[in-house]
């Protein structure tokens, strides 16, 4: 089955750019998404079609996609982006899986 | 406002069947795809299935192909899964989730979107 891997934890700094990275065989092919989770809630899209920001997800939300690999970059990170990220996207087989999630800690 | 809300979870014994509910309300139910997808205790998210706006496409993960059913009824904005022969592995948190802008790939097949709206799951576990 099609896999897309992340990074288990990423660490920065408030202020700092926190970078997430998720792979994937068919990301040229296929749109990715990102989600943002905090614990006990629902996720929530933050970014989608690998680029563009829903509105009313904070400017410092951004994604880009390079080959095989997409990124979610935050910048000047905030205590309350603290969560779990997840990108997602399509495959040839007609399923949607996640990548495995990434824990997000701000020092 | 936008909402999905899920309902249908429970306690069951391994083997038996359930179906889960998701009650849209705020938007045009019937012009969106919709998925579900679960959450293990302390896991991942795992996609589960989606179905297309009109009923006329479906498609499964593989650990549930076979032993789940997804459909909708327009008519009264819900959203179903019927899950049968439940194994113990199925416990989990299940999220219904509207499908965002669907898409044509490069190869021209139909794709949903990434999922925009979701609701705050039904808790289902499997147990003895």
């Known amino acids: 089955s099609y896999e897309l891997t992340q990074p288990p934890s990423v660490s920065v700094s408030p202020g700092q750019t926190a970078r997430i990275t998720c792979s994937g065989d068919?990301?040229?092919?296929?749109?990715a998404y990102w989600y943002q989770q905090k614990p006990g809630q629902a996720p929530v899209l933050v970014i989608y079609?690998?680029?563009e920001r829903p509105s009313g997800i904070p400017e410092r939300f951004s994604g880009s996609s390079s080959g095989t690999t997409v990124t979610l970059t935050i910048s000047g990170v905030q205590a309350e982006d603290e969560a779990d990220y997840y990108c997602?996207?399509?495959?040839?087989?007609?399923?949607?899986?996640f990548g495995g999630g990434t824990k997000l800690t701000v020092l | 406002q936008v909402q999905l809300v899920e309902s249908g979870g429970g306690v069951v014994q391994p083997g038996r069947s359930l179906r889960l509910s998701c009650a849209a309300s705020?938007?045009?139910?019937?012009?969106?795809?919709m998925h579900w997808v679960r959450q293990a205790p302390g896991k991942g998210l795992e996609w589960v299935a989606v179905?297309?706006?009109?009923?006329?496409?479906?498609y499964y993960a593989d650990s549930v192909k076979g032993r789940c059913t997804i459909s909708r009824d327009n008519s009264k904005n819900t959203l179903y899964l019927q899950m049968n022969s439940l194994r113990p592995e199925d416990t989990a948190v299940y999220y219904c989730?509207?499908?965002?802008?669907?898409?044509?790939?490069?190869?021209?097949?139909?794709?949903?979107?990434?999922?925009?709206?979701w609701g705050q799951g039904t808790t289902v576990t499997v147990s003895s």
């Open positions: 079609k690998d680029t």
């Open positions: 989730a509207r499908g965002g802008a669907d898409y044509y790939d490069i190869s021209g097949y139909w794709r949903s979107g990434g999922m925009d709206v």
């Open positions: 179905i297309s706006y009109d009923g006329s496409n479906k």
């Open positions: 068919a990301l040229p092919k296929q749109y």
């Open positions: 997602q996207s399509a495959d040839s087989s007609d399923t949607y899986p």
């Open positions: 705020g938007f045009t139910f019937s012009s969106y795809a």
